[in-house]
């Protein structure tokens, strides 16, 4: 099956300072790419939405000066929360799909600003 | 109205029994639908997709869909405590590429 492997899947910052989660598709070439969003206890919410090659479409809500995110190959995603606050620490998920409608999930990032 | 809604739960049955969980969608066009399964901390798996109305079985896990009632449930049979995870509907629109929306998550327990 699809295999979508994301990392860091923890990492624990110092409020101010940025980090980056990559997110790849393993076997199969992702146009697109989902980021999203969970804090505790609640469901997904979609960050934004990453095309190869194009700008990411952010959601309503989500500073895209804060969350940048990069899609510079047809495997490959990447988010940095630049200037990283107690209040962004939440479980980070990326998705992707291939030629079926279904999306495949990484492992998720745990990240922790202190 | 949320546009995919589910009922939080918990959802309690017995080891051994027929877990039920459901799921209304407000868009008519929604075309296909997918229920994942999620343990706590860990990101979503896919259990199942379903196209069309009817049933759609894949061992212990069975899927319905009525379109015209707008409702996608998701049947466990033979529930095990290692089902016990928090279960999400998601709904794809045709215009919407491959972005799905979710729902807010069921969670469900089964007890030994």
């Known amino acids: 099956g699809a295999v979508v492997s994301q990392h860091p899947s923890r990492v624990i910052c110092k409020s101010g300072t940025s980090v980056k989660i990559e997110c790849r598709s393993l076997d199969f070439q992702a146009t697109t790419m989902f980021w999203y969003r969970q804090f505790p206890k609640q469901s997904l919410m979609l960050m934004a939405t990453s095309n190869e090659g194009s700008k990411a479409t952010y959601e309503q809500g989500v500073e895209k000066d804060k969350f940048l995110i990069n899609h510079a190959s047809l495997t490959l995603s990447t988010l940095t929360v630049t200037s990283a606050h107690p209040e962004d620490s939440s479980f980070y998920i990326c998705?992707?799909?291939?030629?079926?409608?279904?999306?495949?999930f990484g492992n998720g990032t745990r990240l922790t600003v202190t | 109205q949320k546009e995919v809604e589910q009922n939080s739960g918990p959802l309690s049955v017995p080891e051994g029994a027929i877990a039920s969980l459901n799921c209304t969608y407000s868009?008519?066009?929604?075309?296909?639908f997918f229920w994942y399964r999620q343990y706590s901390g860990k990101s979503p798996e896919l259990i199942m997709s379903i196209y069309s109305n009817g049933d759609k079985e894949d061992g212990r896990f069975t899927a319905q869909l009525n379109k015209a009632s707008q409702y996608v449930s998701l049947l466990i049979r033979d529930s095990q405590p290692s089902d016990s995870a928090t279960y999400l509907c998601?709904?794809?629109?045709?215009?919407?590429?491959?972005?799905?929306?979710f729902g807010g998550g069921t969670r469900l327990m089964v007890k030994p």
């Open positions: 998705s992707a799909s291939g030629d079926s409608l279904s999306l495949h």
């Open positions: 868009d008519r066009v929604s075309q296909s």
């Open positions: 998601a709904v794809n629109t045709y215009n919407a590429g491959n972005m799905l929306t």
